[in-house]
């Protein structure tokens, strides 16, 4: 199949810091998958599960909620919230016959580490196996 897959991450502000500060051209340097867009929340507790499935319904393919380590998150819960809320995510996709595994949770460091890089890979690799999302249709 040959199409580049809409990725969507969505960070809280310390994860995804020096990930920004790199720019879009030092991203695509360090390996970054041309598809991806990077939505920076103040916290990842802020992540709702309407606004994971709505990132679906807007042409994602796959989708990336990332936050702190639960131990070390700035706002003390926010990343139990956000593990939370991207499980039921998950269960939502599962129960719409959606394979549950486009929607991915990673818990990072602050700062800018390989492993954010990796992650998008990881979910780009895996929504080219998969395809194009249910959710697009023929029209899209």
Do not use: W
């Amino acid at each position: 199949m040959d199409f580049i897959p809409n990725i969507q991450i969505f960070c809280c502000h310390y994860t995804s810091q020096q990930a920004v500060a790199r720019g879009r051209e030092g991203l695509l340097q360090d390996g970054m998958p041309a598809g991806v867009t990077i939505n920076r929340l103040s916290c990842g507790g802020r992540l709702q599960v309407t606004t994971l499935l709505k990132a679906f319904e807007d042409g994602a393919d796959g989708v990336i909620a990332c936050a702190c380590p639960p131990d070390k998150c700035h706002n003390v819960d926010g990343s139990k919230k956000a593990a939370k809320r991207a499980a039921a995510a998950r269960k939502a996709l599962e129960e719409l016959g959606v394979e549950p595994e486009r929607l991915a949770m990673h818990n990072l460091e602050r700062g800018f580490h390989p492993e954010f890089v990796e992650a998008a890979q990881a979910m780009h690799n895996r929504i080219m196996g998969l395809g194009l999302s249910p959710f697009k249709g023929e029209d899209k």
